[in-house]
């Protein structure tokens, strides 16, 4: 029997929460570390708590908590990480995250990357260009609802694919590994030859919902409802429509019309008040909101290729300059 | 000598109270009626406060200060009034506005509306085509510190004119002593023969600045200052075009190109934080805006003239449905 990898989440919302419970099946509590921040206290005395319409009610694990990634280091004795697990919003840190991993990254680490956005591997491919990076898209409606504490309802689909998506065969080959542990776990994966369609195809929901109700207040049913559908709809319409022309510009050609046509009937189809998007629940509390990786990389890979975005463009500025307004709170601009 | 005009003043915010304070020095306090709502208690004991660096500090004077209109025309003894003067924020409300003012209207008072925003005379001209209507635009930077207490600084000028601007020579007459009228009180006034085109002039500041501040919760200078002027600034400047063209199109040229120029140098040139418009004020604590007035109003005379403004759908949009989130108080939703 060959040893069980050594895994280390960084960042325990409630994405990283689920994908903590589901490695802590495969690879044993042991040989999970999760870096925690302000769920440190609950996390490391009494553990994490799941309660899931999938994998069952009061699931509870407790794997090696952390505050940071030199005390996982020096708690694992000094023994190398085989994957690190990157769960943490994706907001600008001081360190950068991909910095903050440093100490726990060995030349065969895979750094798997769960976040929103677009581009968001560019900064951790600049700083470990030899490490297998691996690139996924999460699908999994979870909150965590008190320190610790995670509810989480009707899928947890995960996509994963090497980034760049043209990797050596033996980066390939860690993308496999990462998707057959979360399936041992219990864990969905798809792994795909470029999952940067998967990145647009999402992206194309994200970077309109979320900015749109965080700016609005509303819930994606309710904002809908707020107006005609000259003004409501066609907004949300015409964003995801900017954001196909960018996807299509880069080359993946199956984000257009019929794309955003489903994800309208998808909203259109909600019962009020409908679902609130991440960065609604984030302006609510003041908390920052993932900006850059869902917007604003979005709107830099439109001008490099000469796109036309002159509403993503507006929304960018309005969201930029909401965020800015909570960022007043330095214990909030430090991951995770 | 004459006996002096008799005035109701219609909502006594900010702006309803300076010119309240203005017009009874030109009436007497005793034909003077003051409608007010969250101020009458304070109003109707111990009158008004004014602290201007203009008029003077410590201001005080005491109206017939009253509930409704209706409670105005019995104190009145049912003797007509001159003026009407409105200055309650232009929002929409049940009964609507013109149709609260309907007990004080005999045929020969004059109605001046003090309201922002574009077409907003059309309430009133549709429920009294046959009397005297004046529309104001007020340039006067006051605010309502406590119930019936106001600071007031630099400017007070009121613009006038008819409308619609071809009314008749009784109708034009009515204009040109409303100002005297304020002239007398020591009050500053432009009698113009057409003065939508001071509408559309401050439209283009107020249908820019007013949603796009209350939307990234930040003041004027604070919102430039938040993303490079490719986002930020082009966002502001790119809204003013748009309305400048809807302008053009009502024959209103002279709001142009330079008209935009000069208007985002003034915002450029002012320091940190900025100016607070009255939407950001209102947004931060949840009251009403003044959303068809300022935005939708534009958008549906852009639509009369097929002038295309997507990012002024977009923001009215936006707007609107952040507006709908502060609707729940019932309160809230009654004039003035």
């Known amino acids: 029997m060959t040893t069980p990898p050594r895994v280390l989440v960084f960042g325990t919302g409630s994405v990283g929460t689920v994908y903590a419970w589901i490695l802590s099946r495969a690879v044993g509590e042991g040989n999970l570390y999760t870096v ?60 950068s995250m991909p910095e903050q991993l440093r100490p726990a990254i060995s030349p065969h680490t895979t750094i798997a990357v769960i976040q929103n956005g677009i581009a968001v591997e560019k900064p951790y491919q600049a700083l470990y260009p030899d490490n297998p990076l691996l690139s996924c898209v999460v699908y999994l409606p979870a909150t965590q609802i008190a320190p610790a504490v995670v509810t989480h309802r009707e ?57 749109v109700c965080a700016l609005s207040r509303s819930r994606d049913a309710q904002f809908l409802a707020s107006s005609p559908p000259e003004y409501a709809l066609n907004l949300i319409k015409s964003l995801m429509t900017e954001i196909a022309s960018v996807a299509q510009a880069w080359g993946y050609d199956n984000i257009n019309a019929k794309t955003v046509e489903f994800q309208i009937n998808r909203a259109k189809a909600r ?64 991951a995770p």
């Open 36 to 95: 925690c921040r302000s769920n440190y206290a609950v996390a490391s005395t009494a553990g994490f708590t799941i309660n899931s319409t999938i994998f069952g009610d009061g699931l509870k694990f407790k794997p090696q908590v952390v505050r940071t990634v030199d005390e996982a280091v020096s708690l694992s004795g000094g023994k190398p990480f085989d994957y690190i697990v990157v769960t943490a919003k994706a907001i600008q840190t001081t360190p």
């Open 155 to 211: 899928i947890a689909l995960l996509h994963i694919g090497t980034y760049p998506s043209h990797a050596s065969p033996e980066h390939k080959a860690t993308a496999e590994s990462f998707s057959r542990l979360l399936n041992a776990g219990g864990g969905r994966t798809q792994v795909h030859e470029d999952v940067q369609t998967e990145r647009w195809s999402k992206l194309a929901v994200n970077a309109s919902w979320n900015p």
């Open 271 to 334: 019962e009020l008040p409908g679902v609130e998007p991440s960065m609604l629940a984030d302006a609510k509390v003041g908390a920052r909101m993932e900006v850059e990786a869902i917007v604003g990389n979005a709107v830099r890979l439109a001008e490099e290729k000469g796109v036309p975005t002159p509403l993503l463009r507006g929304i960018y500025a309005l969201i930029k300059a909401l965020d800015a307004t909570f960022q007043k709170d330095p214990e909030k601009v430090s």
